[in-house]
């Protein structure tokens, strides 16, 4: 079946919530819970269901990401951030640099460039972005373990960095050709 599902008991039985058959981006926090359909309309739970939440970059690409009672978008393509305190109601334009959003850690946001090829860090909520460390190859899905920092290649395999991105080594030993693909 197609569609986006929701189970409240714990996966004992499912109902469907959305008639999507491309749900590519899925974020909860304080905020709420979003969602993005191929990445170009932004979604919101609530207790009637999904209802529509207006989006700063109308069909443009952009990643989530909720952090505290904020919910963050990127454009992938200006590569610019917009921030929004009012579950997606209102946006205020952020900081330029970043077209990718990837998690938080201690308080900083961590994002990369549209193309993949920079990881970049925010202290200020989103205001100004830094480079943090340099990739061996365009970046795909960027998630974070424990301290230790997991990206996916786009030419396949997976790398892992203890330094917050200053230096990456492989961790694809042991992994299926073709792995990787998603984190």
Request: proline fraction near 2%; charge should be negative.
């Amino acid at each position: 079946p197609e569609g986006l599902f929701v189970s409240t008991n714990d996966g004992a039985s499912w109902v469907k919530t959305a008639n999507t058959t491309s749900a590519v981006g899925l974020v909860d926090g304080d905020a709420g819970v979003f969602l993005t359909d191929f990445s170009t309309a932004i979604y919101r739970w609530t207790s009637s269901g999904w209802v529509a939440a207006t989006s700063p970059v109308d069909g443009e690409s952009f990643d989530l990401l909720v952090a505290g009672d904020t919910l963050y978008v990127a454009s992938t393509w200006s590569e610019v951030v917009y921030a929004s305190t009012d579950k997606g109601a209102t946006w205020t334009e952020m900081g330029e640099g970043v077209g990718r959003l990837h998690f938080v850690e201690d308080g900083a946001l961590y994002g990369g460039d549209g193309f993949g090829y920079a990881i970049r860090r925010s202290d200020d909520g989103g205001a100004t972005w830094t480079q943090t460390g340099n990739l061996t190859d365009q970046q795909g899905e960027l998630l974070t373990v424990d301290g230790t920092w997991y990206i996916k290649r786009q030419t396949n395999g997976v790398e892992m960095s203890t330094d917050q991105g200053a230096t990456w080594t492989d961790a694809s030993d042991g992994l299926p050709p073709g792995s990787g693909r998603q984190l």
